[in-house]
């Protein structure tokens, strides 16, 4: 997370081009690396290295209003949501202000009771209602108007810049007719002060619903942040104290009760429980935690009571990490995004163009003004393209949130899009289908050595390697009450094992081609290991002095999960690869075990992003899974990078999709999420460009010619607002899909 990230509140954007338009604005401040706006909730997050109010000045100067949003997550949603409710307010009072103008007009005039124009009474009652809409033009409207102008000097428009030309032609040709109606033809001197009301009405309507209706899309976030404790009992000098959790830093030592959530994450050092990790990895059963076990803000302690000592606090949280990494996944932008952001960038100024000529076509054509007028405001009216601008990012926004739900933190909008596309999924073996959990399973020595001297060796020179199969070693030899001697002139030898010195004798431990590369003779242990290879086991030969000594096999059990996980991926259609640096014998009896027909073994770290490559340039959409660190360099190059992590370390910032659950089966919700999420911003994209590409002809009047159809500005508004609020609500239906445990 950027130090130098602003969050700002955004007032006043209605469509894809306000996006572009605030994006542009702040990009162009000196001192701004790059502004990211969030349609869907109406933010945007800006690294920079200026003031807040230089920012705040560039979002006003383009035509709409900011605020930053300065405290901590928890606040910051609280803020937004009540920054929302004035919004939301202040447009319904706007609405119910023109409507009480607007429809009593409407109804009067369909039952032909308003006076004539002809008539001096006539005259002044309706100059009257002019100047009564420009009041509400001014209260209800002003947004729209001082949007459009300054978008104009800036040379850019957008929706507001549609809806103040359509409603202000209206308006100005109305008080033209009343002023000056002897200049009128009798079938020209028609009013829309109603229609200008009315319009105003319902695109406040329509947005105050749409407002409302996209609160819902940040479900997930704001549970989250409901994670995190707002107090948390600390001891200091003996005693134990209550703090906020602003006032908790590094190294406390806190005090847990059962039932209590985690309020930082720390590292047991007193005491042990089961913790209840649900919320943030998907997964039901708690979990044990022991002393030296780590804790993670925003879980639950089920059982027992212990002590912790905080080890990140704040923004540094993982849950922090979480929130912030699902913000910015929700305001990234897919490629279908940005070809919505490019169509509507060109599309405000066509439709403008389309305006112009409809209302000379027919002034041309019909020789009445009344008509032309008629068309070219519905034009602009009905063209607002709201709903294209909504289309994929509020879809996103649910579609991240969902995931996050369930354990799978995507982190851009791209990796949503692109894993719905997969056709190979490339998976490491160990702690990917296995459970990365090993432990030592047998040990054969040769008859100079004793299992015992053997064990201690192997320990000693694996001792400072974090990998988990020298873990695996190190505490089988612990719990055997064996000595860890002290090792000189280590050297991890990448894909084969190390070397080191041992009591002045040269010590080497790895696979098969570690022995090769140092011609060490391990034909009696073969035997052995392949026996052991066949079980799944991995088998590390160790050499001392130039002579093999022993053959200690590794089991990592398989994941219960990852057999079914595999039949469901290819159930989808996906060709599943096991990718390992493993033995071949090995890496084909893990397969095996979860029916994973092609293998490729003996993979050395640096070649395992080659591989992902070639598989690439054999024309195949690439999605690899692992652990996220060792595997950083393939998971980087494919396609769709899944992390299985318990996302509190690196692995939150190593690949395209987080997976907290640590389980297979985690893709396949990644993969099912990401095809819905496509899918219904299709469905979306379809709606808002055929609504335009329809809406606009007919509003143009090319239906009169054949049926006598001219289609009423009012209608166009009610049909803009519509469909704005049609679109986030089939977003909206992504929170209800079935996935995993859920299905």
């Known amino acids: 997370m950027n130090d130098n ?27 701004v690396d790059k502004a990211s706006v969030n349609f869907a909730d109406h933010t945007v997050n800006v690294v920079a290295t200026v003031s807040v ?24 949603t609280l803020e937004k949501e009540q920054q929302d409710l004035v919004y939301y307010q202040q447009l319904i009072r706007k609405s119910l202000l023109a409507a009480s103008i607007g429809v009593p007009l409407f109804i009067a005039s369909l039952l032909d009771i ?5 008539s001096t009474t006539g005259q002044v009652f309706w100059l009257v209602i002019g100047l009564i809409t420009l009041a509400v033009m001014y209260y209800s409207g002003a947004h729209f ?64 619903l749409e407002s409302k209706a996209r609160g819902k899309t940040s479900q997930a976030i704001k549970r989250l942040i409901g994670l995190q404790p707002k107090t948390a009992l600390v001891i200091r000098n003996g005693k134990e104290i209550i703090l906020p959790i602003e006032q908790v830093g590094l190294s406390e030592t806190i005090k847990m009760h059962p ?65 912030e990494m699902v913000r910015k996944a929700q305001a990234s932008k897919p490629a279908i995004g940005r070809l919505v952001d490019k169509v509507s960038a060109v599309f405000v100024p066509v439709v403008l163009i389309i305006t112009v000529i409809t209302f000379l076509l027919w002034f041309n054509i019909g020789d009445d003004i009344t008509f032309a007028l008629i068309a070219s405001v519905t034009v602009l009216i009905i063209a607002c393209p709201c709903a294209l601008g909504l289309a994929t990012p509020i879809s996103i926004m649910v579609g991240v949130g969902k995931a996050a739900e369930h354990g799978v933190l995507i982190r851009n909008g791209n990796a949503l899009q692109q894993a719905g596309k997969l056709d190979v999924i490339v ?69 084969q094992g190390v070397k080191a010195e041992i009591d002045n004798q040269i010590v080497l431990f ?35 002095n130039g002579e093999a000594a022993a053959v200690i096999t590794i089991a990592d059990p398989i994941k219960a999960d990852s057999a079914m996980a595999v039949k469901q991926m290819q159930k989808a259609g996906l060709k599943v690869i096991l990718l390992t640096g493993d033995n071949k014998v090995t890496a084909q009896a893990v397969a095996n075990s979860v029916n994973i027909i092609d293998v490729i073994a003996e993979v050395m770290p640096n070649e395992k992003a080659k591989t992902i490559e070639q598989l690439q340039i054999n024309g195949g959409v690439v999605g690899m899974v692992g652990d996220g660190i060792n595997d950083a360099p393939a998971l980087a190059i494919a396609d769709v990078g899944f992390a299985i992590e318990t996302g509190t370390d690196v692995a939150i910032e190593s690949a395209d999709v987080v997976l907290m659950l640590g389980s297979l089966s985690a893709v396949v919700d990644a993969i099912y999420i990401s095809k819905m999420t496509t899918r219904n911003i299709k469905q979306n994209l379809f709606g808002a460009f055929i609504y335009n590409t329809l809406g606009i002809p007919v509003a143009a009047g090319i239906l009169y010619p054949l049926f006598g159809i001219l289609l009423n500005p009012m209608i166009a508004g009610a049909a803009m607002a519509m469909s704005s609020l049609t679109v986030v609500s089939n977003a909206n239906r992504l929170r209800h899909i079935k996935i995993g445990a859920d299905s």
């Open 53 to 76: 109010d230089v920012l705040i000045k560039a979002v006003v100067d383009a035509g709409y209003n900011a605020a930053e949003m300065v405290s901590g997550a928890a606040d910051q």
């Open 427 to 495: 998976l490491d073996k160990t702690g990917t289908i296995t459970q990365g959990k090993p432990s030592v399973t047998n040990i054969m020595t040769l008859a100079h050595i004793s299992d015992q001297e053997c064990l201690s060796v192997a320990a000693s020179i694996e001792s400072s390697s974090e990998h988990p199969l020298a873990q695996a070693i190190v505490e089988y030899t612990k719990s055997q009450n064996l000595p860890i001697k002290p090792c000189k002139n280590f050297n991890s030898i990448t894909g």
């Open 510 to 544: 790895g696979n098969n081609r570690l022995m090769h590369e140092y011609s060490i003779n391990i034909d009696e242990l073969q035997e052995e290991s392949a026996l052991r290879s066949q079980e799944a086991k991995t088998p590390i030969y160790l050499a001392i």
């Open 259 to 323: 039932g209590e959530r985690i309020p930082v994450d720390g590292r047991l050092i007193d005491g042990a429980s089961s913790v209840d990790e649900s919320m943030l990895t998907g997964e039901p059963m708690p979990v044990k935690k022991n002393i030296g076990d780590e804790v993670t803000t925003g879980t639950i302690n089920t059982t027992g009571s212990f002590l912790f000592v905080s080890t990140r606090i704040g923004k540094d949280t993982a849950l922090a990490h979480i929130i």
């Open 114 to 118: 308003l006076p004539v124009m002809a």
């Open 145 to 208: 108007y001082t949007s459009a102008l300054k978008l104009f000097s800036n040379h850019n428009a957008n929706m507001d810049t549609l809806i103040a030309l359509g409603t202000s032609v209206a308006w100005l040709f109305s008080m033209l007719v009343v002023l000056l109606s002897d200049y009128f033809p009798d079938n020209a001197q028609h009013v829309y002060f109603e229609a200008t009301a009315i319009i105003i009405s319902l695109i406040n309507l329509g947005s105050a």
């Open 5 to 31: 990230s602003i969050h700002l509140s955004i007032l006043g954007m209605s469509c894809a081009g306000c996006v572009a338009s605030v994006e542009n604005a702040l990009n162009k401040v000196d001192g």
